[in-house]
């Protein structure tokens, strides 16, 4: 390296990002540009990061191939920050195997870890997970260490799995302080409130309290009939009933899981499943029709029985019977329910799920993008919705260092 | 041309509190390593460093019999390694893309890293006597028996090259073995050169042939 980007990379490292800009502003070759774009992205500017390593990446020569890959990945790694998920995977893959090829572990092992953030943003959690088992994060220094525990972390809380999500943001909490980085410090301690608060509301023989996650875990390894209305699905004994696409099922089991062990009133499940004021002849044989049709569905879990005035429930080996009801409920609260498994949803997926047209479905995804509670990636039919990723990595950039010598 | 594999004699550090190095020179007694922020003095017999200068040292450093010189960003310094002091500055020919320094003949040789070229300079006031081009990029630069050798390292790729001070023709190639680059090189007049490591942080004595 010459002189000047050797004073630059030392300006940068040393966490003087303009004293860094200063040395190399007028400079357009290769190193310089690549070092000017490191220096932008830790300023906050990333669009001009983005197009200085971009340019930095083809400026470099064809021997210089483990500075272009660690060109690309810093630039993945912006992309992702910046939530731009056009941004192409294939060409963060090369890199990786380049960096592998030529030895620098540590980069390789930061380039797999951007790739499984991504497959996260993007709702691809068996994906992720795979990747995930598949790195080794052992060359990882401290600070992508943490980095590194983090998505696991984010990974175990969305498949309910407290104790390793625990684990996972106890490794990253200690990695963030071996790295002496306040910022990620930060990070993994905003991460871990996910599991301090309250995650969904328990309804059971007439009473409700909030559930934390862990409470949730237990809950559905325990010996009681739920009916989660989190996710639309009623689990007991480890076997589960999906019933996302069949709203006037799950509008049936909840009403009567919620009177168990009393029975509910035809009145009350027309009510409620069709929205009749008035419960006609007509209605009461659709009411037949469709209890029929839960009956199949949960049969084995649970017995669906005629009462005198209506129906009631019957688990065949759980104890108990229970709701898990989102926090806070309303028509859009639905739309998180349902996006609150991490996984990205259509909106015909959605309207499908809450028996809502597609445009009421678009209308409340469109309000509660405005509040930025869901977010949208794709375009046209490919379009899906997710919620927003629980704080499970960090959103501070930890780029490689641009430069083979480094 | 004549080609071979360079043969490594003997390899030092890396150092504490001197990650990379940038430059290397010899005293006669001492081999000085540039290493960012400071010169160190490497007793090339117990591979000990005795003593360090604090002074900017980004790229290529030179020995003239008496004084350091030292590249720092965009311009060259001369220090008094009894005192430390610097004792005057001359700007740099790459306008700090410089990277390799060689005293010779009077003057001072300046690779110019992407420029592929080696400068002769006046010592006193910079100005550019002569200009030597190259089809590599240059990481250090050194004159023995009046010959011109300068290190290239490129990705993978590094050698020490002797070339025709007149045309810059190659006349004969070392090529490092796989991983190790150059970043500074310094004869000690004899039948070794002292190479940089870069980030490896070390310095390597290599066999120098004939």
């Not at chain 1, 590194?148 to 984010?154: D, I, P, Y």
């Not at chain 1, 997926?349 to 809450?354: C, E, G, K, R, V």
């Not at chain 2, 003997?10 to 081999?31: K, S």
């Amino acid at each position: 390296m010459d002189s000047l980007i050797t004073a630059a990379a030392q300006a940068l490292a040393s966490g003087d990002t303009l004293g860094a800009l200063k040395r190399v502003a007028l400079r357009d070759d290769a190193p310089a540009l690549a070092l000017r774009g490191i220096a932008m992205a830790q300023l906050g500017d990333l669009i001009r990061a983005k197009a200085l390593l971009k340019s930095a990446a083809r400026a470099f020569g064809p021997r210089e191939a483990v500075a272009r890959a660690r060109c690309v990945v810093a630039e993945a790694e912006i992309a992702l920050v910046s939530r731009d998920l056009t941004w192409p995977p294939k060409a963060l893959e090369a890199a990786r195997k380049v960096l592998e090829s030529h030895g620098d572990r540590v980069n390789a092992a930061h380039a797999g870890n951007i790739a499984i953030r991504r497959l996260v943003l993007i709702g691809r959690l068996d994906e992720a997970e795979q990747a995930l088992a598949a790195l080794d994060p052992t060359p990882l220094p401290p600070a992508l260490r943490a980095a590194h525990e983090l998505v696991a972390a984010g990974i175990e809380v969305r498949r309910l799995r407290t104790r390793a999500a625990r684990a996972a943001l106890e490794r990253a909490r200690s990695a963030a302080q071996r790295a002496g980085m306040p910022v990620l410090t930060a990070e993994v301690e905003a991460a871990g409130h996910v599991l301090s608060i309250p995650a969904a509301r328990l309804v059971s023989r007439g009473h409700e309290r909030p559930l934390l996650l862990a409470e949730v875990e237990a809950l559905f390894s325990g010996g009681t009939l739920v009916v989660d209305a989190c996710r639309h699905i009623v689990r007991a004994a480890g076997a589960a009933v999906p019933l996302a696409s069949r709203p006037v099922l799950f509008t049936l089991v909840r009403a009567l899981a919620e009177a168990w062990p009393a029975d509910v009133a035809r009145g009350a499940l027309i009510a409620r499943a069709f929205r009749g004021k008035h419960a006609d002849e007509s209605h009461r044989a659709r009411l037949r029709v469709e209890i029929g049709r839960l009956r199949a569905e949960l049969s084995g879990l649970a017995e669906v029985s005629a009462t005198k005035r209506g129906f009631a429930l019957s688990p065949a080996g759980a104890a108990e019977v229970a709701v898990l009801a989102p926090l806070v409920e309303g028509p859009h609260a639905a739309v998180l329910a349902f996006l609150a498994d991490g996984e990205a949803w259509s909106s015909s997926a959605l309207a499908i799920a809450l028996g809502a047209s597609p445009r009421t479905v678009q209308r409340a995804l469109d309000s509660l993008a405005g509040e930025e509670k869901v977010q949208a990636i794709g375009r046209g039919r490919a379009r899906r919705w997710m919620s927003p990723p629980l704080s499970s990595f960090p959103t501070i950039l930890l780029l490689p260092g641009p430069l083979p010598s480094d | 041309m004549k080609t071979s594999t360079a043969t490594i004699l003997r390899e030092y550090g890396p150092f504490p509190d001197a990650e990379r190095v940038h430059g290397v020179t010899f005293d006669g007694r001492h081999v000085w390593f540039a290493s960012g922020d400071r010169l160190n003095a490497l007793d090339p017999d117990s591979g000990e460093v005795m003593r360090f200068i604090e002074v900017a040292s980004h790229a290529g450093t030179a020995f003239d019999g008496e004084f350091l010189y030292q590249i720092a960003e965009d311009v060259i310094h001369k220090i008094d390694p009894k005192t430390g002091q610097i004792l005057s500055t001359i700007p740099a020919p790459g306008n700090g893309g410089d990277s390799g320094l060689a005293w010779a003949e009077g003057t001072l040789w300046v690779g110019q890293h992407r420029g592929r070229r080696i400068h002769q300079i006046d010592p006193d006031t910079g100005e550019i006597l002569r200009t030597i081009e190259s089809n590599r990029v240059v990481t250090g630069v050194t004159w023995v028996d009046g010959q011109l050798w300068h290190g290239t390292w490129e990705g993978d790729d590094s050698d020490i090259r002797r070339i025709d001070p007149q045309t810059g023709e190659v006349l004969e190639r070392l090529d490092m073995p796989e991983g190790t680059g150059v970043s500074g090189l310094e004869s000690d007049g004899a039948a070794c050169f002292f190479c940089g490591g870069g980030n490896s942080g070390k310095i390597r004595a290599v066999r120098r042939p004939g």
